[in-house]
């Protein structure tokens, strides 16, 4: 039985998460609005944000 290929995880530059960010926080879309928009995790989202 082989071990079935991982898939490479994502990298954001910290430019792309400063945008993400900065949408968030105009309060226009909530966060899980900007998330689903972007197709990321609203977790990933939220932590980028701390």
């Known amino acids: ?13 910290p430019e792309f998460k400063a945008e993400i960010v900065e949408l ?7 966060v ?3 998330a689903k928009d972007f197709d990321l995790t609203e977790t990933a989202v939220r932590q980028w944000a701390v």
């Open 1 to 13: 039985m082989g071990r079935k290929k991982r898939r490479p995880r994502w990298s954001f530059t």
């Open 24 to 30: 968030c926080s105009r309060g226009d879309r909530s």
């Open 32 to 34: 899980g609005q900007v």
